[in-house]
């Protein structure tokens, strides 16, 4: 009997950023791999562009172009059973000179209110309702959460399960 399952794991964007793994041999192995495109294909087609990246906020525009959904190789297991996967990956980060952080997180998951201290110079320097000011350290707000990656999944989640059904129609008919 050949195992069939689909199986979706964290892979770094938390919920959407996701390693999206299907397991079958034989012709089943075609209607995963193309089920696994068809995904691919509804949220990120290509790099910038799509459902997720359409909805991560615009001020975050080198969030939203540094989007990619990835698709290894097979990998093949036992009994001749091939794992194929899509990866789905935002992966801007802040400025070398700031620590070259992944700051998507905290756009999904907002951030507490902290304090930022200058780090390259005696101060910082910023705008104020458009004047230039300057401090050596400031207390920021925080940010709300903006679980865009949230809002992507309920709009596919209906052709997401249409890929599944098909998929799933797809690898029956093998075995009748």
Do not use: C, W
Not at 42 to 66: C, E, H, Q, W, Y
């Amino acid at each position: 009997m050949t195992q069939k399952f689909m199986e979706i794991e964290t892979a770094g964007l938390e919920k959407v950023q996701r390693a999206i793994q299907t397991t079958a041999t034989g012709d089943s192995a075609k209607s995963s791999q193309q089920a696994i495109r068809n995904i691919r294909n509804l949220i990120v087609p290509a790099k910038g562009i799509g459902r997720l990246a359409n909805n991560t906020p615009k001020i975050t525009r080198k969030l939203a172009d540094s989007t990619i959904g990835i698709i290894p190789p097979p990998i093949f297991g036992a009994a001749k059973s091939v794992i194929y996967s899509l990866i789905v990956k935002q992966d801007a980060k802040t400025p070398q000179e700031y620590g070259a952080k992944f700051y998507g997180k905290f756009v999904r998951e907002g951030t507490k209110a902290h304090d930022i201290k200058a780090r390259l110079a005696s101060v910082l320097a910023f705008k104020v309702g458009g004047i230039d000011a300057f401090a050596a350290n400031v207390r920021h707000p925080g940010t709300s959460p903006n679980p865009y990656h949230l809002k992507t999944l309920r709009e596919v989640s209906s052709q997401l399960n249409a890929i599944y059904r098909r998929m799933g129609a797809n690898i029956a008919q093998k075995f009748r």
